[in-house]
């Protein structure tokens, strides 16, 4: 009998091996080019069908079109069902308070806090007005319109996911295949969830944007010279600074592009020095007004930086970098205090031996006698896979533990995973099927479904967040006017993601609620749902109770409680139960703030309050 794949033809068949794809061909390409003819059914149904080599041919003719396809593809269709969601947690605040504004509003942040005090009732040190203009621009559009703003998170998504293909293409070296293999499995890694599915999370897009941007011009930049390029990098590192402060950054990312890929650093030193100038006097004058503003030079919270810059920093920075990497992995958020024991201690001897790698690489590029070869896959291998994480990984000190903070980071991840794969076909180590069709389809496929828990867990709590919100309006619009509407539900979701923390009083004024209905009540929640601090929550409390109390028509107290997240809101009224009323007034005669929001927590049944 002939070998599977051979032709008969009266002698001995012999099978010919399967040849390795062309360098910079398409790994999916040389699959279609290996393809087996349409059957002869289909050809005759349809005789339009492009032939096998017509579509080998086609693919070949616009490898650039096909790679930027599965890009967009990776990074828009796991996210299309977002676009149904609604509004959570914090968005209401956020995109309340820029509703209305004057069309330079946005330009007043540069030196002052982008986030109103009306949001969370206290000046929060940050100064980000880029992505103040996107709420500015959402709210122009279509103010209470949930769409567009997940609309907006989705085309963010979609740009870095471009941006890390041309950094894999041009900065990498990468073919068409690889280079798309590894922005698509940036688009689609469980880590990004939060940040296209949570609209208060479109910082880290934002901010990756232009720090991308800004680093793939100072490469262009470098090899090709152009004070306009130079001045691109400088105008959106500037960028990059005004919509995160994490993008400080790119100066330590520039210095070990040019010492780990260039591999000139040392050579040409004093240049280097002088193009460096510009970007540490920008750093350091952002970092300047910073302390101007807020008195302190970075951190969300400044108590929690001063904690963690201490003599454990190094332990620290070691667990952070594994719970962000299970994170990455998962899309679950996982804090540094759960770490078992068993891995805390090899965590915390991490950074020794990052530092060990980088030193042992650092010492081989410095030899003359090493390949040329040799040393540039070492040092792209050791910029994306360890530099490049590092570098990224230092901001998250003076914050909490978060997967949409490793967005940045990732970007070293997938171009690494890239370069292996590009190395291993390119060098014959596998073939285009044993690599090119698990790696390309499977790994994606894996991710893709990883992706879709904590996707799906954001898309849920906004289905509940609208339901909670739709049920208090239709209370509010039966009630008697006066009436005291009392309410608990939980801060987050099933799945981790945020329900209703901190959304009120935002999520019942305009334009998430009619004005006729958020006048026509009082309103109580359980501390947990409120905006502010707790000194705030409790004045804003007792004054509501005060109200209805003093109305002459003693209007009733509707009790409207979500536990668990999913259940069917439990509805409570005065007029049935004639004790809630006085179970009121004695929740307001509590002494404290917090002996306040204990009473009232049990007034709603909160698990928190009984325990449970």
Same mark, same amino acid.
């Given at each position: 009998?002939?070998?599977?794949?051979?032709?008969?033809?009266?002698?001995?068949?012999?099978?010919?091996?399967?040849?390795?794809?062309?360098?910079?061909?398409?790994?999916?390409?040389?699959?279609?080019?290996?393809?087996?003819?349409?059957?002869?059914?289909?050809?005759?149904?349809?005789?339009?069908l492009p032939s096998r080599d017509g579509v080998a041919r086609t693919l070949s003719a616009h490898p650039l079109a096909l790679a930027l396809s599965v890009v967009v593809a990776a990074a828009v269709l796991p996210y299309l069902s977002t676009l149904r969601g609604y509004f959570i947690a914090e968005d209401f605040g956020m995109t309340q308070s820029f509703i209305g504004k004057p069309w330079w509003y946005w330009l007043t942040l540069f030196t002052r806090s982008w986030v109103d005090l009306s949001v969370q009732g206290t000046e929060v040190p940050e100064l980000r007005p880029l992505v103040a203009l996107t709420y500015q621009l959402n709210g122009v559009l279509g103010p209470g319109q949930a769409a567009q703003y997940h609309a907006t998170n989705i085309l963010l998504h979609l740009a870095n996911a471009l941006l890390v293909f041309v950094v894999a293409r041009r900065v990498a070296g990468l073919s068409y295949a690889a280079a798309a293999l590894s922005a698509a499995l940036f688009a689609v890694l469980p880590s990004q969830a939060e940040v296209g599915a949570w609209i208060a999370a479109r910082v880290e897009s934002m901010a990756a944007l232009f720090y991308l941007a800004s680093f793939l011009a100072y490469v262009w930049w470098r090899q090709r010279g152009g004070w306009w390029r130079y001045g691109a990098t400088f105008g959106l590192f500037i960028l990059a600074l005004f919509s995160k402060e994490s993008a400080i950054?790119?100066?330590?990312?520039?210095?070990?592009? %040019?010492?780990?890929?260039?591999? %000139?650093?040392?050579?040409?030193?004093?240049?280097?020095?002088?193009?460096?100038?510009?970007?540490?006097?920008?750093?350091? #004058?952002?970092?300047?007004?910073?302390?101007?503003?807020?008195?302190?030079?970075?951190?969300?919270?400044?108590?929690l930086f001063q904690d963690r810059l201490t003599l454990q920093t190094v332990a620290t920075f070691g667990s952070l970098q594994v719970v962000h990497l299970y994170m990455v992995l998962t899309g679950r958020t996982w804090a540094v205090a759960a770490l078992p024991g068993p891995l805390r201690w090899p965590a915390h001897r991490l950074p020794f031996l990052e530092a060990a790698v980088l030193l042992l690489v650092a010492a081989l590029l410095l030899l003359p006698w090493v390949p040329r070869g040799v040393r540039? #896959?070492?040092?792209?291998?050791?910029?994306?896979?360890?530099?490049?994480?590092?570098?990224?990984?230092?901001?998250?000190?003076?914050?909490?533990?978060?997967?949409?903070?490793a967005y940045l980071a990732t970007v070293g991840l997938v171009v690494t995973f890239g370069l292996v794969l590009d190395r291993c076909v390119r060098s014959g180590w596998c073939t285009a099927r044993a690599w090119g069709v698990i790696n390309t389809?499977?790994?994606?496929?894996?991710?893709?479904?990883?992706?879709?828990?904590?996707?799906?867990?954001?898309?849920?709590? #906004?289905?509940?967040?609208r339901a909670i919100l739709e049920t208090l309006q239709a209370q509010a619009a039966q009630a008697p006017p006066g009436t005291l509407l009392v309410i608990g539900a939980p801060g987050e979701s099933i799945g981790g993601a945020f329900l209703w923390a901190w959304a009120l009083p935002h999520a019942?004024?305009?334009?998430?609620?009619?004005?006729?209905?958020?006048?026509?009540?009082?309103?109580?929640?359980?501390?947990?749902?409120?905006?502010?601090?707790? %000194?705030?929550w409790a004045a804003t409390t007792r004054q509501a109770i005060a109200a209805w109390a003093r109305n002459p028509n003693q209007p009733p107290v509707?009790?409207?409680?979500?536990?668990?997240?999913?259940?069917?809101?439990?509805?409570?009224?005065?007029?049935?139960?004639?004790?809630?009323?006085?179970?009121?007034? %004695?929740?307001?005669?509590?002494?404290?703030?917090?002996?306040?929001?204990?009473?009232?927590?049990?007034?709603?049944?909160?698990?928190?309050?009984?325990?449970?």
């Open positions: 009998m002939p070998l599977l794949g051979s032709s008969h033809s009266g002698s001995t068949a012999v099978s010919e091996p399967a040849a390795l794809p062309e360098p910079g061909v398409p790994l999916s390409l040389a699959a279609a080019a290996t393809a087996p003819p349409l059957p002869g059914r289909l050809r005759q149904r349809w005789p339009s950054t790119l100066l330590g990312a520039l210095v070990a592009y %040019d010492f780990l890929v260039q591999q %000139d650093l040392l050579r040409r030193l004093p240049w280097r020095l002088l193009g460096y100038l510009p970007f540490a006097a920008l750093t350091g #004058g952002y970092l300047w007004l910073r302390f101007q503003v807020f008195s302190e030079p970075l951190s969300q919270n400044g108590s540039s #896959g070492l040092g792209k291998l050791t910029f994306f896979g360890l530099a490049w994480w590092l570098i990224s990984m230092v901001p998250l000190l003076a914050t909490y533990e978060s997967p949409r903070h389809v499977w790994l994606i496929v894996l991710a893709t479904w990883t992706l879709q828990g904590p996707v799906q867990a954001w898309n849920l709590a #906004g289905a509940r967040s019942f004024r305009p334009p998430y609620t009619p004005a006729e209905l958020s006048g026509r009540v009082e309103l109580v929640a359980t501390p947990n749902l409120w905006c502010c601090p707790m %000194d705030q509707l009790l409207a409680t979500w536990y668990p997240a999913a259940g069917a809101p439990h509805l409570l009224s005065s007029a049935s139960d004639p004790s809630l009323r006085q179970r009121v007034l %004695d929740a307001a005669s509590a002494a404290t703030p917090e002996e306040l929001g204990r009473r009232v927590a049990q007034l709603t049944g909160s698990p928190a309050a009984t325990g449970h």
